[in-house]
């Protein structure tokens, strides 16, 4: 069996690609560890028109609501068992250790705020904790930067 997948949802907008990615990593059978942001959960209530918790993803919503987009959506093969939740603040989840061995992390979107705190190693939050795990322990971290143009700073 494969190492789970950290998946970050943050507050930059393309909220349909966190949800395509969690279909398609679901569908594969992926065991996956999310966090949402309070952004995150902003921008998906405004871009998808779904209400997601901080401490529980309903990832049947949000992969419905790819339809919009004419995109195949069923849920129907996808078990909450897959996912695991953790709050935006919990570091004393799992994934903010180096000891819990994972596949990767993937910040999907990712806002400019967020980038920034990976990039100083702010680990203000959980999103922050775990991609600075995933980089000192030299694991696959991928970021998905939505905001445009990019400023000079």
């Given amino acids: 069996m494969s190492r789970p997948l950290v998946v970050a949802i943050t507050g930059a907008s393309g909220a349909v690609y966190a949800a395509r990615l969690l279909q398609v990593l679901l569908q594969r ?3 996956l560890h999310v966090t949402i942001s309070p952004s995150g959960r902003a921008v998906v209530k405004q871009e998808l028109d779904v209400d997601l918790s901080a401490d529980r993803l309903d990832v049947a919503s949000l992969i419905n609501s790819l339809s919009q987009f004419g995109i195949t959506s069923s849920a129907t093969d ?3 068992a897959q996912i695991v939740t ?3 603040q919990n570091f004393l989840a799992p994934i903010a250790s180096g000891s819990f061995l994972t596949g990767g992390m993937v910040v999907c979107p990712c806002s400019g705020g967020t980038l920034s705190g990976i990039v100083h ?3 203000g939050n959980l999103v922050h904790r775990a991609a600075d795990v995933h980089l000192k322990e030299r694991r696959r971290l991928v970021l998905v930067p939505r905001e445009t143009p990019l400023s000079t700073i």
């Fill in 29 to 31: 059978q992926c065991e």
């Fill in 78 to 80: 996808i078990t909450q």
């Fill in 86 to 88: 953790h709050h935006y």
């Fill in 121 to 123: 190693g702010a680990s």
